[in-house]
């Protein structure tokens, strides 16, 4: 029976060769392995936990505030045009370059709403305003003083407290009347219009009109005393050089930049060079900007989160290897070869890896949908987003898995088990 006993060793020795690990035994052992250590297991996947949620929230807030950003863009932004009188060659021979109609001449376009011109006063350095009059021991305040066409505070969006606006009523007969900031009434404990409190400018009174709570454009209006422009030109004359004059032109959405394209011509046209005309921005370019900055910003910090994710998993699953060396020994021992411990130390840290990305998805979703219900915004995240999320976490999980796995298939039977 020699050749019969020959014959049955090289059998087993084949048998001992054909060795493998089944996808159901790789699942069972994995699973194992996995619970074996619940808490170790969780804190392995707390990584990729706070990566991919980070992930998915920054992916969805970005999408989120950059709707919001041009939703205020083609709110405020859009609309507005500003025409600066550049007196042409020679600004010095030209004080002002806006004709005295500029407002109606503007408005005489298709698509305007509203338009006027203002220029900042010079006043003299002890020139002061204060609610009483000059001697009367009231304390004064540096505040700028700003002549304007009633076409500015309409464009401007006003939001009024007390009182109304000028209008071209006073405007035409150089009424001294002035609008003034909420802010700024308060400092000069003006509370009430029904006694007609005056502001004075040095030693000229304005009787306030209306008090300003806010305004969609040019804020610093609130912090201003807003005079008709013709009774600034009576007293302290016109714009000067150095300080022109501008107009605030406030549009229909979609039609600011053709305005600016006609605005000169409108306002002089024997000397349109005399202006300077800014249109709004390219939405498109700007919203294309703004949205790629928070994007490279926001991907930037969730690919921090996901690398120290992924080192935490890799640490953890080498300090695994560290201690199931006994058991990854007797494994060898029986017949595993080192391939099918790395299959089987990935297979778990990839399940780690899914496992955490889809409890980092529903994270991360769900920030989205609470910050814009504080924020009372729409909520955004794209489809393609939420999708890839999970299979980032177990991409991640698997390249976190990998040099672990082949430490583990690296370990000798005899060495395992002398330790």
């Known amino acids: 029976m020699p050749g019969r006993t020959s014959r049955t060793k090289r059998h087993r020795v084949l048998s001992a060769d054909r060795s493998r690990l089944s996808p159901r035994d790789l699942f069972s052992e994995s699973a194992a392995g996995i619970l074996q250590r619940p808490a170790r297991s969780a804190l392995t996947a707390l990584g990729t936990v706070l990566g991919v949620g980070t992930f998915v929230a920054v992916l969805g807030l970005t999408a989120t505030t950059s709707s919001q950003i041009d939703s205020r863009f083609n709110e405020l932004t859009a609309t507005e045009v500003t025409v600066e009188d550049t007196g042409g060659d020679q600004p010095e021979f030209l004080d002002n370059a806006f004709p005295a109609d500029a407002d109606r001449r503007i408005e005489a376009l298709n698509g305007v709403r509203e338009a006027g011109v203002y220029w900042p006063v010079r006043l003299n350095p002890e020139d002061v305003v204060s609610a009483a009059p000059p001697g009367a021991g009231g304390e004064g305040e540096r505040t700028q003083v700003v002549a304007a066409s009633p076409g500015v505070l309409a464009a401007a969006g006003p939001v009024l407290a007390q009182g109304r606006t000028f209008d071209a009523y006073h405007d035409r007969r150089g009424e001294n009347v002035a609008v003034i900031g909420s802010g700024l009434a308060a400092r000069l404990g003006i509370v009430t219009l029904e006694t007609a409190p005056a502001v004075f400018v040095g030693d000229q009174a304005f009787t306030v009109i209306g008090i300003v709570a806010d ?75 703004v949205t790629s900055d928070l994007n490279d910003l926001f991907m930037l910090l969730a690919g921090i989160c996901l690398v120290i994710g992924a080192v935490g998993i890799a640490n953890t699953t080498l300090v695994a290897v560290l201690e199931r060396t006994g058991e990854i020994g007797l494994r060898r021992a029986l017949g595993a070869r080192g391939r099918h411990i790395t299959v089987q130390f990935l297979a778990e840290s990839g399940a780690l890896g899914a496992l955490g990305g889809l409890i980092g998805t529903s994270l991360g979703t769900v920030t989205v949908v609470a910050m814009a219900v504080l924020r009372d915004w729409t909520p955004v995240i794209h489809p393609a987003t939420v999708v890839a999320a999970p299979a980032i976490g177990l991409v991640t999980g698997l390249l976190a898995g990998l040099y672990p796995a082949w430490r583990a298939s690296r370990i000798q039977p005899a060495e395992a088990l002398r330790r």
């Not at 000067?240 to 229909?252: C, F, N, P, V, W």
């Not at 605005?263 to 046209?269: F, M, Y």
């Not at 000397?271 to 370019?285: G, I, L, Q, T, Y």
Request: glycine letters at 6%; aromatic letters at 2%; charged letters at 25%.
């Open 215 to 289: 305004v969609e454009r040019k804020a610093d209006l609130l912090l201003s005393v807003v005079v008709p422009r013709t009774a600034a030109e009576q007293i302290w004359g016109s714009p000067e050089s150095g300080e022109r004059a501008k107009m605030l032109i406030a549009t229909d959405l979609g039609a600011a930049r053709q305005i600016a394209s006609e605005a000169a011509l409108a306002l002089d046209p024997a000397h349109p060079e005399h202006f300077k005309v800014v249109p709004p921005p390219d939405p498109r370019s700007l919203r294309g900007n």
